[in-house]
């Protein structure tokens, strides 16, 4: 079972460059989301789909950009990216939103210098 | 401020000690979940309490949910080197709504 898979598992971009951390289901899970995790931080979210074609804001959205034009896949993009944004990156999945059980990509550490 | 706060942040103890951490809010939560995290990995749920009062058991590990939802605690007996990594607790503050995370507690078991 592939699960949640993450591509790819490290990236370092320069101040300004764009770049997409691609995301991929296989459980056919309505609810989607990406956290960033940075020390002392915990894991925060930046934004979630509740479905196909439906996106919405978390915690942390500036910045970043998503979209949901399947039920298997919800790519982040980062549109011009800032040493801010150097952190570890997890998409997760559930069958529904809110309490129900996530399951959680490998991570793609990103560094922006 | 963390709506979740996790103590403590790092916790390092030899195999076979026993261990309790904590996860300690102002607000009621309907659920809460426990994670752990291993290096290089993404977060895995290892248990969901939702009724005030409520204890699991997990092997070694047991997890109790406060009479109020606002708290919640994870103890480990006999801790194994296996054992170590991230834990996290995440509480949803109603049915349906997005999980908030705590910063988590780093816990090293050394043989």
């Known amino acids: 079972n592939a699960g949640v898979t993450q591509t790819p598992k490290f990236q370092v971009l320069k101040t300004g460059q764009s770049m997409t951390l691609q995301c991929a289901q296989d459980?056919?899970?309505?609810?989607m989301s990406w956290y960033r995790q940075d020390p002392g931080m915990g894991l925060r979210l930046i934004h979630y789909?509740?479905?196909?074609?439906?996106?919405d804001q978390g915690e942390v959205p500036n910045g970043y950009n998503v979209s949901r034009s399947t039920t298997e896949d919800f790519p982040l993009r980062l549109l011009s990216a800032a040493p801010s944004q150097t952190s570890v990156y997890f998409c997760?999945?559930?069958?529904?939103?809110?309490?129900?059980?996530?399951?959680f990509g490998a991570g793609t550490r990103l560094s922006v210098l | 401020t963390q709506l979740l706060e996790q103590s403590p942040q790092f916790l390092s103890i030899q195999e076979g000690e026993n261990l309790t951490v904590y996860c300690n809010s102002s607000?009621?939560?309907?659920?809460l979940q426990w994670y752990r995290q291993e290096p290089g990995e993404g977060p895995v749920l290892l248990v969901t309490?939702?009724?005030?009062?409520e204890v699991k058991k997990l092997k070694r590990l047991t997890f109790q949910f406060g009479d109020a939802r606002k708290d919640s605690s994870l103890h480990i007996t006999a801790a194994q080197p296996g054992d170590t990594g991230l834990y996290l607790c995440?509480?949803?503050?109603?049915?349906?709504?997005?999980?908030?995370f705590g910063e988590g507690t780093q816990l090293t078991v050394n043989p």
């Open positions: 997760a999945s559930s069958l529904e939103a809110g309490a129900k059980r996530k399951y």
């Open positions: 459980m056919n899970h309505e609810y």
């Open positions: 789909s509740v479905g196909a074609g439906i996106t």
């Open positions: 607000s009621v939560f309907s659920s």
């Open positions: 309490v939702v009724t005030g009062g």
């Open positions: 995440a509480g949803a503050q109603a049915s349906g709504s997005r999980l908030t």
